[in-house]
């Protein structure tokens, strides 16, 4: 068991990263440089060098993590200040996140699958276009791991991001509510924030398909998620 | 001060929603999330106007605004998968990257015809 000072430094040492990987973040407006990517490779890149193990960090991270549920409860804020951009097209909005994210999932697990992967890396590269949050009980509830669940989920919020806005352009995807729909569909909260650029319409369409598609996905995944994988 | 208070009391009101909504699904073992369920509630709740945006937004923005410090130490737990992404890192590859084109293709292409198809409707009427 780590004693008080050693979880002490862990949770100081992981918030610094943050605040400063936060601020390059916030400088460059770079994808590449997205706070969870950099504190966390510096973070692994410190334990493997000084021997520390994941079991010494637990203690710690659960402190940490302690107000993530309450916070994923607050997603439904920014969901009900967007309602009346949500009726606008209710129809085409709701059925094109389903639509999307079904598609991607769909593909993620037969791809994976056709790749022959473990059933455990199979079932945590599912949710990778849900925001982390859901994400991870997303895993938890279908048999997967968290933390494989939170790097592909973080890898798509990046790839999406840099490549997202330029292949919807190439595709003749112009609509300001299809291009932060799509954003969101794909790439979730650092999608949101990417199209958030390009103007208010795509970032609130964006932040509507995040919290849809999680929601939706939540709901088919218990049964769709370990069928599809062990088909 | 005060203002501490009201954020520091507004984050216990998430986390009351968070903890019923927890408590519902291993009560009832519905197969979803309690952070979904309790998203859901807090929107309904919204909806209805039993509870104000006024009494959440002071404690809810701080924890939107650092909703990914919490995916940190998640992440870190992948220092347990060294040996699986070193030997299997690039069989992840096509999947990820094909599977994210799906994405976006798929939904912005839907979208833009079912939007443009609805307006050619409303014209012609």
Known sequence: MPTTM???????LTVLLYL??????LRTKNPIFNPVLLSTTIIIIIFHYTGITFEQYKPGKDIMTFLLGPATVALALPLYLNRTVLLQALFPIIFGICFGALATLTTAILLAKLSGLDALIVTSIAPKSITAPIAIEISRLTGGDPAIAVAFVVFTGTFGSIIGPSLLSFCKITTPIARGLAMGVTSHGQGTATILQEGALQGAMAGIAMAVAAIFI???????IPWLVNL | MHNLLKTVGQIFLLWLIYFISTWIVEFFHLPIPGSVLGMLLLFLLLSGGIIKEEWLALGANPLLKHLSFFFIPIAVGLMEWGKLFTEKGHLLFLPLVISALVALIATG?????????????????
């Open chain 1, 20 to 25: 400063i990987s936060r601020k390059i973040f």
């Open chain 1, 6 to 12: 050693f979880i002490f430094l862990t949770i100081f």
């Open chain 1, 218 to 224: 939540s709901f088919i995944a218990p049964l769709y």
């Open chain 2, 109 to 125: 292409i839907v979208v833009q015809s079912l939007i443009k198809s609805r307006k050619q409707e409303g014209g012609s009427n």
